[in-house]
T-cell receptor, first 117, second 109 residues
């Protein structure tokens, strides 16, 4: 199995500012994703973080608002830009494809709880 | 797209068995996942089914029928700590997970 860590675990931010969330996996993985979970709701996929190329965004999410980096097989960042209170949510990193071959598990990081005032 | 349906809430008694059903519709299928999520915490991976049949892991078992687009999670010998939200998620050929709304299970003494 893989262990995923995220930083920060939580933050309170002012409207109009940006926050970058880091995700670190303890093993090399093929696929990394970013999800959002708003209060009382299930998880929604924001984007697939592609190593060495631009992330692939889901409908309703755009690169200018949620820029993503993935410089290698164990690390990714998600930035929430020009924040508004509607961005208050839990942001979760997910990974699968351990060692490039194991896709029968998909793990989540502990999440980053973001509150925008 | 992937439409995932599961019941909103279930209640059971400590020591009993509960079965959480999930139906899905998918344009490309690459596995069915179940996760447990306690309030304020991240989802914890429970099970993965890609072939038809039952997978057993201790007190938890998961079943899949691909032809029916149907899965269930079976929780046996319920304990108070099993009170949580249980999320059904189907995965497409692009490895993206689509989640149901979750089933809140309440275990009563």
């Amino acid at each position: 199995s893989a262990v995923i860590s995220q930083k920060p675990s939580r933050d309170i931010c002012q409207r109009g500012t940006s926050l970058t969330i880091q995700c670190q996996v303890d093993s090399q993985v093929t696929m990394m994703f970013w999800y959002r979970q708003q209060p009382g709701q299930s998880l929604t996929l924001i984007a697939t973080a592609n190593q060495g190329s631009e992330a692939t965004y889901e409908s309703g999410f755009v690169i200018d608002k949620f820029p993503i980096s993935r410089p290698n097989l164990t690390f990714s960042t998600l930035t929430v830009s020009n924040m508004s209170p509607e961005d208050s949510s839990i942001y979760l990193c997910s990974a699968t494809g351990l060692a490039g071959a194991q896709y029968n598990e998909q793990f989540f990081g502990p999440g980053t709880r973001l509150t925008v005032l | 797209g992937q439409n995932i349906d599961q019941p909103t809430e279930m209640t059971a008694t400590e020591g009993a068995i509960v079965q959480i059903n999930c139906t899905y519709q998918t344009s490309g299928f690459n596995g069915l996942f179940w996760y447990q999520q306690h309030a304020g915490e991240a989802p914890t991976f429970l099970s993965y089914n890609v072939l038809d049949g039952l997978e057993e892991k201790g007190r938890f078992s998961s079943f899949l029928s691909r032809s029916k687009g149907y899965s269930y999670l079976l929780l046996k010998e319920l304990q108070m700590k099993d009170s949580a939200s249980y999320l059904c998620a189907s995965r497409g050929n692009d490895y993206k997970l689509s989640f149901g709304a979750g089933t809140t299970v309440t275990v009563r003494a």
